[in-house]
């Protein structure tokens, strides 16, 4: 059975850093595209960035420069750190597993950015 679980969301002020994790098990981790997405309040969920088995990464261009997104392959986990936190970036951040013909998803975190 496939898990991916996420931590690390929570409230941070504008300008603040987070670092999420998403630990997967139930599956060969580095076979996997792996991504984070978010949905905010009333809108469409929406890519934040991918990265492949071979550290091949792309983002959004709204995270771009304040986002990174990295895997470590050995402990099957993906990470997400964030940095210079805006208001617009609140959402739940949900991690993704995919490869040809197959998806997973992650039940979620909140990350709240307020002051």
């Known amino acids: 059975q496939v898990q991916l679980a996420e931590s690390g969301g929570g409230l941070v002020q504008p300008g603040g850093s987070l670092r999420l994790s998403c630990v997967a098990s139930?599956?060969?981790?580095?076979?996997?595209?792996m991504g984070w997405y978010r949905q905010a309040p009333g809108k469409e969920r929406e890519l934040v960035a991918q990265?492949?088995?071979?550290?091949?990464?792309n983002s959004a261009d709204s995270v771009k420069g304040r986002f990174t997104i990295s895997r470590d392959n050995a402990k099957n986990t993906l990470f997400l750190q964030m940095n210079s936190l805006k208001p617009e970036d609140t959402a739940v951040y949900y991690c993704?597993?995919?490869?040809?013909?197959?998806?997973?998803w992650g039940a979620g975190t909140l990350v709240t950015v307020s002051s």
């Open positions: 139930g599956l060969f981790f580095n076979m996997y595209i």
């Open positions: 993704k597993a995919e490869r040809v013909g197959r998806s997973y």
């Open positions: 990265i492949t088995s071979d550290d091949i990464t």
